[in-house]
């Protein structure tokens, strides 16, 4: 048997989820508030920050990526991407999406998104989506090596959080 010790390394921190979403919303609440309307800048700030974000994708993600690329069936990929949206967008690894459409040529698609801790009772931390949907627009450009446009259809805020949604449509060029 004997003597032993117990050594636990650590040389990461790491921040309790609770806190960093509060200081995420409390960032996109003041952005919107000292930079109202400008919805279009929080997108373009997500496509560019494509350029700095080290993602991690797992195995699976990342062999789901490489099989779409160059692949001329678009309805592929449009059916796919709801399957490894969470996998970039760290603060709602629970959302829910569902596609509404994909026209019959397969160049465009609309998904709807539920259960989303950016749209609890207000629309102060709706930035985050607009960030998000260029995230997405530039992560599936630089991952398809094709034009990809990423827009925002409608948001909807309801006092019952499971009533509330935003629609996102992806369109292939």
Do not use: W
């Not at 790491?14 to 952005?31: D, G, H, Q, T, V």
């Amino acid at each position: 048997m004997g003597a032993y010790k117990l050594l636990f390394a650590k040389k990461e921190k790491y921040i309790p989820f609770e806190m960093a979403i509060s200081y995420y919303k409390a960032l996109l609440s003041n952005f919107k508030k000292y930079i109202p309307n400008r919805e279009e800048l929080a997108q373009k700030i997500g496509r560019e920050a494509v350029k700095d974000i080290k993602f991690a994708f797992g195995p699976t993600t990342l062999k789901q990526l490489k099989g779409l690329k160059g692949h001329p069936i678009s309805r592929i990929f449009l059916e796919g991407f709801k399957n490894f949206y969470s996998a970039y967008d760290i603060f709602q690894p629970n959302i829910e999406i569902t596609i509404l459409k994909i026209d019959q040529e397969g160049k465009n698609a609309t998904y709807r998104f539920k259960n989303s801790i950016f749209l609890e009772n207000s629309n102060d931390f709706i930035y985050h989506i607009y960030i998000m949907c260029g995230i997405s627009e530039g992560i599936l450009n630089r991952a398809l090596k094709r034009e990809v446009l990423c827009k925002v259809d409608q948001i909807y805020i309801s006092d019952k959080k499971e009533e509330s949604f935003f629609d996102l449509i992806i369109k292939l060029e």
